[in-house]
Nanobody, 115 residues
Framework: QVQLVESGGGLVQAGGSLRLSCAAS????????MGWYRQPPGKQRELVAT???????NYADSVKGRFTISRDNAKNTVYLQMNSLKPEDTAVYYC?????????WGQGTQVTVSS
């Protein structure tokens, strides 16, 4: 089992920045990809960015150039630096991790961008 705990959400004005963190614990040796998804109000959950243990990150087109994912394997933590935030970035952001067998999700953290 893997447990994921997010932090760093909140309220920010458009154009501002936030940094999300997600710490993994448990069977961390089994983790391949880590990343972030989000669920805007009234919409389905969608990919934001993922980072494999080795290799290049993958970003949704809507966040390319504004968001940066990074991963500290020594700390078992993944980060999401969000710059130039827009009201349409308002969502519950979920940390994600997967192994060869299953996916794991954090509890979610609210990000609200005011116009």
């Amino acid at each position: 089992q893997v447990q994921l705990v997010e932090s760093g959400g909140g309220l920010v004005q458009a154009g501002g920045s936030l940094r999300l963190s997600c710490a993994a614990s448990g069977s961390i040796f089994s983790i391949n990809n880590m990343g972030w998804y989000r669920q805007p109000p009234g919409k389905q959950r969608e990919l934001v960015a993922t980072q494999p243990s080795v290799g290049r990150a993958n970003y949704a087109d809507s966040v390319k150039g504004r968001f940066t994912i990074s991963r500290d394997n020594a700390k078992n933590t993944v980060y999401l630096q969000m710059n130039s935030l827009k009201p349409e970035d308002t969502a519950v952001y979920y940390c994600y991790a997967d192994s060869a067998y299953r996916a794991y999700w954090g509890q979610g953290t609210q990000v609200t961008v005011s116009s």
